[in-house]
Every structure is written in C-alpha cells, then in structure tokens.
C-alpha cells in the first residue's frame, strides 16, 4: 500500500463524511455570509473606499470561520470513536497530517470560492480580475499556512477535555503573522499595488511560515497524535 | 553451519510479553505483565474491571506504548517495528471503528485502502456476504442497530488477513445469530490466525482458549493451558482476583 492510495483514502473519506453531513461547510459558510452582512451594514454610512480594509475584513472571518472546521476535523474522529481504527492501519502518520490538511484546505477553498467575490463585490472599487491569479496564489499560501498549523494544533488539542478552548488559545498568536501577511499581501492586490517590492516580501513570507509548520509537522506528528 | 529453520522443533512465538509496565499519570496500570503465545494459539485473559486486560490488548496493538518491558507481535517489536506489527493484527473492540456517517461499503473499502486489500472488491463482498450484511451494503452504519455493527466491526478486523487477532470482550451486545455468526467465523479462521481474547464470560472463554490467564491488579495472576472445567476455574479466578484485587 503505497502512502498516496492511503492518503487518497483519507481525504475522500472525509470529504464523503462533509458531503454527506455538511456539518462544516454550513457552519462555516453561515459565519461567513454573517460577517459580511455585519460589515457592509457597519460600514454604510462610510463615504470612503473600503478597498483598503477589504484584505482585513477578508482574512479575520476567513481565519475564525477556518476554527469552525479545524476543531471539528478531529473532533469527529474522536467522538466517533474512529481515530483507534484510523491509527490501527499501517500508515505513516505524516500522511495522516497531511490528509487532514488536504480536507481542511478543499473546505476552506470551496468557502472561499463563493465567499471572495461576495466581499469584493459588496467592498472593492477596482477591478481586480486582471490580478486574479496573484489573488489566487496568495489566497493558496494563506490557506496552506493557516490548514497545516490548525490541523497540526488540533491534533494536539483533541485529547484535552476544553479542546474547544484550547485550539484558539494555541492558534490564534501563532496565526498572526501570517494574518499581516495575507492582509497585506490580499490589499496590495485589490488596490493594484502588485509592484515585486512589498508584496514579493510578503508572497515569500508566506512560502516560509508554511514550509516552518510543514517541517514542523513533519518531526513531531508522531508524538502529536500518539498517546 | 547455522540452522537455516532456528525454530525447527519448537512452536513459533508469535504474541511475547515480557515485564510489560504501563503508567497513566502516577497510576501504574501494568505492573510487570510475562506471557507468551505461540503461532496458532488462543489466549483468552480474564480478571475484574480496571485490571489492565484491555491495557494489554491497546499495547499489543500499537495504539499505546509499552512504558518498560518488551512486546513482540508476529515477530516485530512494537516499539521500534510498529508498521509490520499493524500490518498483522486486526482488533475487535468495545468500539467498532467504524464511521457512522459512510456506508458499510464505504467503511470497508476505506480499510481495505488503507490496509492495501488487492482484492478488495471481492474481499469486501464476501465478508458482507458472510456476516449477513449484504443487503445493508449501501445503508448508513448510523442507521444500524448495535449487533449489526458489531458484525461490520468483525468484517472490518478480518478484512486485510491479519496473522494476530485481538478481541476486547467480543460477544459483548451481540445478538445470539451475531454469536452463532462470531463464533463460526472464529472457529473458521482458527487454524492459521492467534488469538488474544479478552473477556469476562468464563464459558465462552474456556470454549476458545487454549491458554486462559487472570489479570489482576496489573499483573499476571494465574495462567495455564486451557481443558480446564469452567466450575473449577470460576473457583480459581475467585481466590486469585480476591487475592490479588489491593489496587
């Protein structure tokens, strides 16, 4: 069995469960769709250009509606009283990771996917579509960072007992970084500003962080997940 | 010139435990536990609630590791061999394993995945045909009532031909056909599978066995070869447990 047909395996499997329960994917579309009624309705009265705070109002909802889903991630598996049978199998646990990884990132994509065109409709001046493939890329890295450094905490939060409590506690500082990054990067996009100065800085930024917590995930997942 | 068959002449030990310990916090669960099973044997381990029989099995199946002493499990050490050891065994536990939101199919196949079942299409119909789950095939597990599940469990612990069979209290809220169903595929696949079975009923573990141990208080209480008559063992696993039971 090779690690990419269990791999495959995992990730179908919960994307089956997600198809089937839509337990995520509502929940956290709702929040978002709420953010965005929150937000335009803040800011009506404003006379200015909210292009500029869009990346912001963008990356905090994507970020705490990306929390929904990661605590549930493994949170099923454990309340189901599946994660004994997913351990049992031969597989390496690095590919358990980044399985997990995989289907918290198609999630967060699929939101993303019908959630970026709303803002920016209701927020954005400019057209933008031109750069859509460096909105594209950093909206990739953005997510990657944000998937592989929740699944690898709530992996480790799981078997606390206020794990609901615990995974905001442990991701939350660590994510900010990346939060400026993304905000900043997502804003040189959406007012045009896409000169290599500033937003390579920001684009190679993200490149690091993700490969620091892939690495990372990589040497002490074995111990994230045992015991 | 080196025996090319060092085991020539003498059962092959597959399941060997020696002076395993195990801690949870400042609890010691395991206190020094010894036993060894040979290929094609079947172990049944009784003792009270909280003696660390179930402990035994989660280490045994490289879901917790040992804290001192060695486990070896067809061959391979759990702790620095774990991949060939989850390759062998296949566990039946108090909980099925089982994901309640696929279908029964989709839960096999997923193991059979992750296991590497090359005939997996085969391999799953003839397991859900001879637990009598066929029909179910395409229902949720959700939707399944407790003895159904278990029946799926079993599937879902044979299906990758696994060399060492653990049972945690197996017949437990089983229906009298899930047991005619266990039983039969147990005694099928007896000759060429070991087994470590936990369980509190006595007669249905004399029945299997062919080597019984008491658990008490983390350690090995009593362990003999199995023939023995279920009254007169129901005797010696009460002095044993009272003796030993100071946990």
Redesign the interface.
């Known amino acids: 069995m090779s690690a990419a047909a269990q791999f495959s395996a995992i990730l179908r499997k919960d994307l089956t469960r997600e198809l089937r329960t839509r337990e995520v994917l509502v929940s956290v579309f709702l929040f978002v769709m709420l953010s965005l009624v929150i937000f335009h309705y803040a800011f009506a009265s404003a006379e200015s250009d909210l292009t500029f705070f869009t990346g912001g109002m963008l990356w905090v909802t994507f970020l705490f509606g990306a929390l929904l889903g990661l605590n549930r991630s493994f949170a099923q598996e454990k309340d189901e009283g599946c994660l004994d049978g997913l351990l049992l199998c031969p597989v390496d646990r690095v590919t358990i990771f980044l399985a997990k990884t995989a289907a918290n990132l198609v999630l967060l994509l699929a939101i993303q996917v019908v959630a970026v065109p709303v803002f920016t409709l209701f927020f954005v001046e400019r057209s933008y579509l031109g750069d859509l493939p460096l909105l594209a890329g950093v909206v990739l890295l953005a997510d990657l960072g944000i998937c592989a450094l929740g699944t690898l905490l709530a992996t480790i939060s799981m078997n606390s007992r206020a794990r609901d409590l615990l995974l905001p506690v442990l991701f939350l500082p660590l994510i900010v970084p990346l939060l400026i990054a993304a905000t900043s990067a997502t804003t040189a996009v959406f007012t045009g500003d896409t000169g290599l100065g500033d937003l390579g800085v920001r684009l190679v930024f993200l490149v690091a962080f993700d490969a620091v917590f892939l690495v990372a995930a990589y040497g002490t997942y074995d111990f994230a997940i045992g015991e | 010139m080196a025996d090319p068959h060092p085991g020539h002449g003498r059962p092959e030990i597959e399941v060997e435990v020696e002076g395993l310990r195990k801690t949870f916090g400042r609890r010691e669960v395991l206190r020094g536990v010894s036993f060894a099973l040979e290929r094609g044997g079947f172990l049944a381990v009784f003792g009270p609630n909280g003696a660390g029989k179930t402990t035994i099995l989660r280490v045994l199946?490289?879901?917790?590791?040992p804290g001192s002493g060695s486990v070896c499990v067809a061959g391979h050490d759990v702790r620095e061999d774990p991949?060939?050891v989850?390759?062998a065994?296949g566990?039946i536990?108090h909980?099925?394993?089982?994901?309640?939101?696929?279908t029964a199919y989709?839960n096999l196949r997923?193991?059979a995945?992750?296991?590497?079942v090359e005939d997996r299409e085969a391999r799953i119909d003839e397991l859900l045909d001879r637990l009598e789950l066929s029909h179910r095939r395409y229902d949720?597990v959700r939707a399944f009532s407790r003895g159904m599940r278990q029946r799926l469990a079993i599937a879902?612990a044979v299906l990758h031909r696994p060399r060492v069979l653990l049972l945690d209290e197996p017949h437990e809220g089983l229906d009298p056909r899930a047991v005619d169903i266990l039983d039969g595929l147990l005694a099928e696949i007896r000759a060429d599978h070991t087994f470590v079975m936990v369980t509190h009923h006595i007669g249905k573990g004399l029945e299997l066995a062919s080597r019984v141990m008491i658990v008490d208080a983390g350690r090995v209480a009593y362990e003999h070869a199995a023939g023995v008559d279920a009254d007169a063992f129901s005797a010696v696993y009460h002095e044993h447990v009272q003796e030993g039971s100071a946990q």
């Open positions: 199946a490289t879901l917790l590791s991949m060939p989850r390759r065994v566990l536990s909980s099925p394993l089982l994901y309640p939101d696929l989709e997923f193991y995945d992750m296991y590497g949720v879902r």
